[in-house]
Structures are given as C-alpha cells and as structure tokens.
C-alpha cells in the first residue's frame, strides 16, 4: 500500500512525504552542525573560515540547503495555492520562486567554493 | 440533473472576532515562521557571505550585530526559527501517530509555545548580555 501511494499515480503523496523527509534531514544536520560547534568553538576570523572552509562543512551544507530549498519550495507553493486565487498571478509569482530558490543554491555555491 | 441551490450562509469573516484554538495557533504560527524564514534566506545567505569573505567584513558584521536594533531584529528572527523548528518537530511525531487525540495534541500544542517563549528569552538574554 504504502509503495502504491508513491508511485506517480499519488504525486501529493510523493510531496507530501518530501516535505517530511528534507525536514527531517535538516533537523539532523542543525543538530550535528550545533554539536560540532560546540566541541570546535571557533573563535575569530580564521578559525571560523578554516572551519567553513573544511570539506565536511562544505559539502553537508551545500545538500542540507538543497533540501532545504525543495523543502520551501513546497511550503511557498502551498502558501501561494491557498491565498493566491488568480492563476495568472500565481504562475508568475511560483516562476520568481523557483528562480530565487535556484539562484539561492548557486549564491551558497559561490559562498563555499568561489570566494 | 442537479439543480444549483444558492444557499445563503451566514459567514463571519472578521478575523478579530474569531478565537483561535491552540492548535490554530500554532499551525498559522507555523505558516507564518515558515513564509518569513524563506523571506529570511537572502539575508542568511549574505550573513554568511560577509563572515567569510575578508577579516575585514567578519569585523564589520561583528559591528553589525552589536547595534541593539540589529539584535532586536535578530530576536524576531529566532523566534520564527524556534517555532517553525519545534511546530515543525510536533507535526513530524504526529504523522508518526504519537500525540494525536484532540487533548493530547491542545498539550503538545501549548508544549510548543512554551519551548518557544523559552528559547527566544534564552536567545535574548545570551545575546544581549
């Protein structure tokens, strides 16, 4: 029953079971990120960009974010189809936040990777 | 065939003179935090940007963040992170059944606003002293 409802026949299921998978995913990096911290405590400038400038910090940054744009992106869209009534409107307004939201991921690739 | 009724129902739709239960609170509550947080992203993101890119942004963000309106605005901010997070957390257990009945979930509801007022007074006390 459960692999029935997330096969494409059920696509609001497949959403649905989204938005509590990424917020799942980043409850565990928030917590592992606020462990960490508290046993490296960075403290200044460098250490703080050594920090951040590690691998780990990179790469577990970067996909929580992916998660957590899908994860907004369901949010704006159900926030939109429920005040938003004109269609017209609404499809434009869903186009500038998918555009953010990628924009957003390639912004926090820059931050990481091309400073 | 079926007929169209007109049928006149009596509607209230001034939004001061309804009262919300708990649970309405905190699910509009969740929406709200949810819509702010994704307006908060840019923000978070040239935060970031800032403390990173020279020493020199780092101490100007450092500044930046002494100034008390920043940290005010910071408050407001944790205070949509808190409740988004622990609403969040709430509706997680109970798409996993825990906590569902009427009762339980107008406790787990008013738990909620609890931790949150508790975490932004924390917040608010460790960054204002």
Not at chain 2, 17 to 27: C, W
Request: hydrophobic fraction near 55%; aromatic fraction near 14%.
């Amino acid at each position: 029953m459960i692999i029935k409802l997330l096969t494409s026949q059920y696509p609001g299921m497949r959403i649905w079971l989204s938005q509590r998978l990424t917020a799942v995913v980043m409850a565990g990096y928030l917590a592992l990120l606020i462990i960490v911290l508290l046993i490296v405590r960075p403290s200044g400038y460098d250490a703080w960009r050594t920090f951040a400038g590690s691998l780990l910090f990179g790469i577990t940054t970067f996909i929580t974010f992916i998660f957590l744009s899908f994860h907004a992106w369901i949010g704006v869209r159900d926030v939109l189809r429920d005040y938003v009534f004109n269609q017209t409107l609404r499809t434009y307004l869903q186009i500038v936040v998918d555009l953010l939201l990628m924009a957003y991921i390639a912004w926090l690739s820059f931050i990481l990777w091309g400073l | 065939m079926q007929k169209k009724r007109i049928v006149s129902r009596h509607k209230n739709l001034n939004l001061f003179t309804i009262k919300l239960s708990v649970n309405a609170l905190v699910s509009i509550l969740h929406r709200v935090a949810g819509v702010a947080l994704f307006l908060l992203l840019p923000l978070t993101l040239f935060t970031l940007q800032q403390s990173l890119s020279s020493e020199a942004s780092y101490q100007a963000l450092g500044q930046l963040f002494g100034h008390w309106m920043v940290k005010l605005f910071l408050i407001a901010c944790s205070w949509a992170f808190f409740h988004h997070s622990y609403a969040g957390v709430r509706h997680l257990l109970q798409d996993a059944h825990w906590m569902t009945t009427l009762q339980k979930t107008r406790f787990t509801g008013w738990i909620v606003l609890a931790l949150v007022v508790c975490s932004v007074l924390l917040f608010a006390w460790s960054i204002l002293l």
